[in-house]
């Protein structure tokens, strides 16, 4: 089974701010990585897919970046409704699909 | 544009079961995979298996093979889950979601409590 490992658990930006997130697989998974925001409460809801792909909707301010096993979520100008965790998941590796832990990502 | 409504909250008992359905709505229900996916309290998002709309065909993650089965109704576009044997440690929120791009569509979650 491929482990996702996400880094850091808890992020804490001010607005206007950038915010890195980290996603490490324990094995490569090509591009097929895709990225979540969660809202307590909420579905979660994609983000991006293929590693950098924006889905439908999503604002530009997120992006996704890496391939093979190091990938990265940047938020280049944080706002207030960001507040969410963030997961990544892998879909490599088919049919198995598995997240990672999450980042949580605060508002200062 | 593409929906999916899951069943309202569910409230078992140990050794019960549960069957949830996700109904869906703007796509052709039989061209994309439906997985299934939870998240326990406190814990990360959990795959649990897929379900492959047109023709049934499903896999399950080993964790809940031979507990779990999924099934759908192409007439009624849904899909449904059925967790067997429960347990206090299936208290979660289950999602159901569509296969595209990655998971691109979610349904709003079921709760799930087990408790005696």
């Known amino acids: 089974e491929t482990v996702m490992t996400q880094s850091p658990a808890t992020l804490s930006v001010s607005p206007g701010e950038r915010a890195t997130l980290s996603c490490r697989a324990s094995q490569s998974i090509s591009s097929n990585l895709a990225w979540y925001q969660h809202k307590r409460g909420q579905a979660p809801r994609l983000l991006v897919y293929?590693?950098?792909t924006r889905a439908t909707g999503i604002p530009a301010r997120f992006s996704g970046s890496g391939s093979g096993t190091d990938f990265t979520l940047t938020i280049s100008s944080l706002q207030s409704e960001d507040s969410a965790v963030y997961y990544c998941?892998?879909?490599?590796?088919?049919?198995?699909?598995?997240f990672g832990q999450g980042t949580k990502v605060e508002i200062k | 544009q593409a929906q999916l409504v899951q069943s309202g909250a569910e409230v078992k008992k140990p050794g019960a079961s549960v069957k949830i359905s996700c109904k869906a709505s703007?796509?052709?229900?039989?061209?994309?995979?439906i997985h299934w996916v939870r998240q326990a309290p406190g814990q990360r998002l959990e795959w649990m298996g897929w379900i492959n709309a047109g023709n049934g065909n499903t896999k399950y993650s080993q964790k809940f093979q031979g507990r779990v089965t999924f099934s759908r109704d192409t007439s009624a576009s849904a899909a449904y889950m059925d967790l067997s044997s429960l347990k206090s440690e299936d208290t979660a929120i289950y999602y159901c979601?569509?296969?595209?791009?990655?998971?691109?569509?979610w349904g709003q979650g079921t709760l799930v409590t087990v408790s005696s």
């Open positions: 998941q892998q879909y490599n590796n088919w049919p198995r699909y598995t």
């Open positions: 979601a569509k296969e595209e791009n990655a998971f691109d569509c």
């Open positions: 703007g796509y052709s229900f039989t061209t994309y995979a």
């Open positions: 293929g590693a950098s």
